[in-house]
């Protein structure tokens, strides 16, 4: 299965496999993501398969957010490494 991506306004969902394979769908849907949105909510509830390159690129994503000040929501169901990833991250910038 190959990476899809969709959206609607600020609503992203993403589909498929996100690995180091395909990183470059995932960078070049969303090069310009923050140019024309004040936030960007990401469902991840259809990725089925994530590798470390994926949840960087996920991570990468989050700070250019952060950098800008845009508020981003990572949600969905699933995919559990993801989700403790960001929570240990946001536990450890919290101290």
């Given at each position: 299965m190959e990476l899809t991506i969709t959206h609607y306004n600020n609503y992203?969902?993403?589909k498929g496999?996100?690995?180091?394979?395909?990183l470059d769908v995932f960078y070049n849907y969303f090069q310009d993501v923050f140019d024309d949105r004040d936030r960007i909510t990401i469902n991840l509830s259809g990725?089925?398969?994530?590798d470390q390159?994926?949840?960087q690129?996920?991570?990468q994503l989050q700070?250019?957010?952060?950098?800008?000040?845009?508020p981003l929501s990572i949600i969905g169901s699933g995919?559990?490494?993801i989700y403790d990833h960001f929570k240990t991250?946001?536990?450890t910038s919290s101290s």
């Open positions: 992203f969902k993403i496999i996100l690995t180091k394979h395909n990725l089925d398969v994530v390159f994926g949840v690129a996920l991570e700070k250019e957010a952060k950098r800008l000040a845009i995919q559990t490494a991250e946001a536990l």
